[in-house]
């Protein structure tokens, strides 16, 4: 099972570019995340998807936006890439309901540099 | 914010026990205790979680005090590849998990 994959794991932007960052999983879960992690500290969640076609902010939502097309895709975009996007970008998806508490399951990050 | 305090690291000699504590003094009733790590460059792996009974696995075990306000990562018998860091995370029935610092776990030879 490949799980959560991410693509691309590195990647270099000059300021005020654009691109997005791809997310897929194949575990037919509802629910998917991105977060970032700056060097020594813990995640920060940015935006999350409960199900295709609807998404919701999370803690860092500013500068990033995020589209759910389908249960097995959550992509993040960055329009105008800024130095304090520097960062480890993590997806990570779940099958979740109100009364259940599965764990997520995490892709192994992409690691974007802004110059 | 986390809602959760956590030492900031820790050392444990290969092939022994190691106890990771956690402090979450304001957890609410219906609220879990999710662990978490992450080995360097990697994203974060599951371990375990619980609401109020002892969990076992075959990562870990997990033990809550009766009172629900701390509990205690335990790794059996900790290999060199079990050094990381260790998060504990209080995380409200299908809620969005908050991660704080985490511990960092050095397994030493």
């Known amino acids: 099972n490949a799980g959560v994959t991410q693509t691309p794991k590195f990647r270099i932007l000059k300021i005020g570019q654009s691109m997005t960052l791809q997310c897929t999983q194949d575990m037919n879960h509802n629910y998917m995340y991105w977060y970032r992690q700056d060097p020594g500290m813990g995640l920060k969640l940015i935006y999350y998807?409960?199900?295709?076609?609807?998404?919701d902010k999370g803690e860092v939502p500013n500068g990033y936006n995020v589209s759910r097309s389908t249960t097995e895709d959550f992509p993040l975009r960055l329009e105008l890439a800024a130095p304090s996007q520097t960062s480890v970008y993590f997806c990570?998806?779940?099958?979740?309901?109100?009364?259940?508490?599965?764990?997520?399951?995490f892709g192994d990050g992409t690691r974007l540099s802004i110059l | 914010d986390a809602k959760t305090t956590q030492p900031t690291s820790m050392d444990c000699a290969e092939g022994r026990a190691a106890n990771l504590p956690c402090n979450h003094s304001t957890i609410s009733g219906n609220e879990y205790v999710y662990w978490y790590r992450q080995i360097h460059s990697q994203g974060p792996q599951y371990i375990i979680h619980g609401l109020k009974n002892n969990e076992t696995n075959e990562m870990a075990s997990l033990i809550i005090t009766e009172d629900r306000k701390s509990s205690t990562l335990i790794l059996p018998h900790a290999t060199l590849r079990d050094t990381a860091v260790y998060y504990c995370i209080v995380r409200p029935q299908g809620g969005k998990l908050i991660f704080g610092q985490g511990t960092e776990l050095s397994v030493k030879p």
């Open positions: 990570a998806s779940s099958y979740a309901t109100f009364s259940s508490n599965q764990p997520q399951h």
């Open positions: 998807s409960v199900g295709a076609g609807i998404t």
